[in-house]
């Protein structure tokens, strides 16, 4: 075979050369190549099929062959063989129907119904009926109605043969709604307007509901009332299923929501096998658009026929794991019922001055939602309510039950319901209430139920989270909004129980009492939740507060008293932690100082930033900064002693390759959280310059250490062990740059005397990336973090060591390094202005040499110039000269430019982005640094280099018209800047420009658009930026209907 593979490929090219018609045997090789399970023969077959496919006759073979074996047999066809056959003969279809003749189509249809009389007795593969149906679907797309009108006629005469063609019936129909009824993806307007017109014919006369019938037939058949409960035929029950389900969105509702098609399909659920299918089917009735009166009988009917019973209204939903995907379709369906009958409800308006008694508000609002759309109608308001109550009834039985996936499905009701009674109380009712008792009944068990529901699992797995743990979270969020829009609603009915929840769990636990972990992390959750969602009295926190201050202060000390930070579970400890950040107002309002004294060693022992747990310590350290941060005031009289319970927390000369404790990112905000503590220290009365020793004790191993690692990297050969040292060494910059987070200027290190010691970090940084050649892209990386953060902060002092900051960075026109500095320089322009200009002036060469030489490297490389990693880079590293560009003409550092080497590189590349570039963002730049550079060099020399060199190409960027059609926001502001480039040229000289418009810049153009063009220029006297855009979309539209000699074309 693989000689066979050796000589196919080459034959195959031949035979596609010369045109070589394909005959049944090529056909056949399809199925031997293909079930022969060697890689190289489905190769071949592969190529095989796709010249089959190509070769304009090959479906003239291929009808002929399925015709042949339907009517005698032979040739014997394989499998794979019918299969290609049917996938040529509707791609033909697909590609050619305009083109095929009469008879051709007659000859394919005579072959679909050989294949459905041979169905009878000899059914297919499902590959092939998948094949077959979609060939009927082609047909109908491209023959109904116009030369097929009797297409679902004929379809279904093809039902009285047997079972095999019922189910290539419903497999059509199931095939057409999937191809007309799509509403997820997005239609071209042809293949929009198509099914449109499609699903109209269908509708015309009676055809949908002579299918409809047939599904009733086709139900009744296979799942008889009063029958045995065992499905006469799975398969063709769940496909006339589907077909309700699909078609119920767009047909009219009557055909599928009639007591007929009710009492059928209800009746399937006593058919254990379908019943999950049936309940889909409703489920898409129930959300089928209807008259409110309809609606609710439809509700009514279904309610009363599969949710009002025993089982679903006697307390929480018992299940075991047999029955949990039935109910879970079960929930989604009493989903759907109750908001549709919240939005029923919700449409009524209340005139008003209408008088309405607390203990009726329901009843009344629904007999007038009767009155106002139904006025003959026997249904009583009572009735609708009953309904409603029943359906939240259920919902607090689904929610409570303990399989997640029951209980998941009717959180959307849940949700939904609240928010009908919260905007319900934001309307005033002769001063009552507006809620029923059983209303308030159900909030309460509701509330009840939500935080029985939030408790861990005992199989919840905290070390290695998987998917069932991320779905718990999920749900859990669900919980959460449940919770948190019962506080909105009443938030004493919530505060009572979370107190009592904390006095049943925490209190005990605190006295010794053995309590599940699971319920005192519950505990914590709901107040943590509390404090997110409770409302509070304008100017108040929540301790102040008149209404919920002193329980949450109570509910706080029971908290702090329990000292859960000594939990054994890690989950209970974290939540302290959090809480105690979370409420950080508390705080603020004890006057022993003990009491945020014992959380602050908390977090720096055993319990906290020492735990054994990673999470714990990794989440704390982020924590404890935030803390100390929001309790500012607080924590400075005891500032020493934190500093000396961090000391362990810190890198040291002994452990500098590895903190027990804390990762590397970890380390970053406990340096920083340090650095803030120093800087909040009291004034001392007996040390001078407290502060300053403590940054060079916190940072002089940073610096040794950073040493030691550069002399093993210089020396190191291997590879992998000099990726540990620079991985080192970045981590120790890292940290030096974190520390200066604690100053926000250059004043503030003046003051507290540290200015030489981050310069000094910062020289032995840069001599880093000097001495380092080999894997530097790491080390380059955190220098300028850090050197970004010195910008910041040194400011003036930084200028001295400007000269070594250039050289280090561009003597490697690495295109990665450059642009990484370029936005460093931007910085520094930005915040230096003129101060640079002495640097730039000396270190132009080297500077503007790298980026010319960084920006061509970029094709060079592999000689790869399509590939799009290095064509990305390459934009990038543009858009960041041209930032720079921009921001040294605003800083009045253009004067840079004029040197001849800087001007001729300048020239060069401007041409290049108004020639080759279509980013809209460098062109934005490139227009606007045109007319920025025009107003800065104003002279007569540099505006004739603009006329001669710059303008052409610009003009020819803006004849696309690209710039003027789009409404994204990049491209319409290149646009506005390519106007207001125009109107700076007309302004500098307009004499040359209307020549060169006139005689170069648009030619082709009729004369009097040219001559509108210029007009334009005499008429906006204001240069209204809007009105001149607005003419440049119309004028190079049109041009676009222009041919080559200037003629507009239809």
Known sequence: MDSEMDEGIPQLVIMAQQNVMPSSEDFQKVSVLYSSGNPNDRELANQLVHYLRGHPRSYQIAVQMYTSYLDTKQPEMFEWTKFVCLQIINDHIETSYSQIQLVELSCIKNLMNSWLRNEVNNPSSTLIKHKMAVLFLTFFLNEYPLNWPTFFEDLLQTCNHGRE???????????????????DTPLKDEVHKRNTNLKDAMREGNILQQIFKKIEEILVCCCPIGGSGICLDVEITKSALVVIEKYVSWIDIDLVANDEMFRNIINILNYKEVKHQAIDCIHEIIYKGMLPPNKFHTIQVISKALLFNDRYCSGPLQCTDEDVEYESHVGRLLNATGLELIKIISNVTIPEGTLIESNTF????????????APDTSIEGQCVLTILNKCVEIMINFLACEFDDVSITVLEFTKTYLHALKARSNKVYSGVSVYTDVELYFVKTLLEVVVLRMRYTEDYNFINDGELEADFQEYRKGL??????????????????????????????????????????????????????????????????????????????????????????????????EIVCRFDKYFKMQSDPKVLWNVVVAFLTERGMRHSNARVRSRLAFLFSRFV????????????????????????????????????????????TVCFLVLNLPESTTE????????????????????????????????????????????????????????????????????????????????????????????????KQYLHRMVICLEQDMLPSTPRIFMAFTKVPNPVVINDFLALLTQMVNRFKINLYDCLMTFHGSLFTAIDKALDERFIIDNCQNDESILRDRLTLRRSYYQLVLAMFN???????????????????????????????????????????????????????????????????LSTGLLFDSTESNISSAGDEAVRLIMSLHKQNANILEQKLRTELLLGRPVIDVENFIHLFQTNTKNDLKIFRQYLEVFYKSSRNLNHHGVRTV
């Open 688 to 783: 001078v310059n407290e502060k300053a020793n403590h940054f060079k004790s916190l940072l002089a191993p940073l610096k040794h250490h950073i040493e030691m690692c550069r002399t093993a990297c210089l020396s190191e050969q291997d590879a992998a062990k000099r990726s540990v040292f620079l991985e080192e060494i970045s981590h120790h910059i890292a940290i030096a740059g974190r520390c200066s987070k604690a100053f926000t200027c250059r004043k503030s290190m003046q003051e507290e005397g540290v200015v030489d010691i981050f310069l000094e970090l910062m020289m032995l940084f840069i001599s880093l990336v000097e001495d380092v050649s080999q894997d530097r892209a790491v080390i380059d990386a955190a220098v």
């Open 165 to 183: 063609t019922v189910d290539n019936f419903l497999r059509v129909l199931i095939y057409i709604s999937d191809e007309i009824a799509e509403r």
């Open 480 to 577: 959460n909004i449940i919770f948190e829009n019962i506080v909105v609603f009443n938030k004493s009915l919530v505060m009572d129980l979370v107190e009592q929840y904390v006095a049943r769990t925490l209190v005990p636990w605190s006295a010794g009492k053995t309590i599940p972990f699971n319920e005192i992390e519950v505990a914590c959750h709901l107040f943590y939740l509390l404090g997110e969602s409770l409302p509070i009295e304008k100017g108040y926190n929540h301790f102040t507060s008149p209404s919920v201050g002193a329980k949450m202060t109570d509910v706080m000390n029971s908290i702090l008293k329990a000292d859960l930070s000594n939990h054994p579970h890690y989950i209970v400890c974290l939540y302290f932690f």
């Open 891 to 957: 800083s009045n550092l253009g004067e840079v430019f004029l040197v001849d080497d800087v001007f001729k590189f300048f020239v060069k590349d401007l041409l290049h982005v108004l020639n080759n570039e279509t980013d809209p963002l460098l062109q934005k730049n490139a227009f606007h640094l045109i007319r920025k550079t025009m107003e800065t060099w104003n002279n007569a020399n540099y505006h004739e280099i603009v006329f001669k060199t710059f303008v052409p190409p610009f003009f020819k960027c």
């Open 629 to 672: 941060r929001t309790l500012k005031d607080e924590v400075r009289v005891c500032s020493r002693e934190i500093l000396s319970l961090m000391e362990p927390l810190l890198l040291r000369p002994d452990n500098m390759f590895h903190n027990p404790y804390l990762s590397h990112d970890d380390q970053l905000y406990v340096y920083e």
């Open 362 to 373: 329901g009843v009344i609002v629904v007999a007038c939602l009767i009155c106002r759309i």
